[in-house]
């Protein structure tokens, strides 16, 4: 709850978003640290697709990036996603 020293998070709810301990999550266009670049392009191509509403991509580009992904990329995406509303 806010006023206990956590942070309000988005729309007051009370919690905010933070990369996992140990799986070298940073928030930020530069991806996980150590995250191949193909993984990095392949998000940054999902985060395009999104922007011109093009579902067929979308599906494909996100089962190429579940082929190669570790929890530190879907967060990573997750951040990724977010930042763009």
């Not at 011109?52 to 089962?63: K, Q």
């Not at 082929?67 to 967060?75: C, G, H, I, P």
Request: no cysteine; hydrophobic share 45%.
């Amino acid at each position: 709850m806010p006023g206990r020293g956590e942070a309000a998070g988005p729309a007051g709810l009370g919690w905010a978003p933070a990369g996992p301990a140990g799986l070298g999550w940073a928030p930020g266009p530069a991806g996980p640290a150590g995250a191949q670049p193909s993984v990095r392009e392949t998000v940054e191509q999902i985060l395009q697709a999104v922007r011109d509403r093009d579902d067929a991509a979308i599906r494909t580009l996100l089962a190429d990036l579940t082929a190669a992904a570790d929890t530190a990329a879907l967060l990573y995406l997750r951040e990724r996603l977010d930042a763009t509303q």
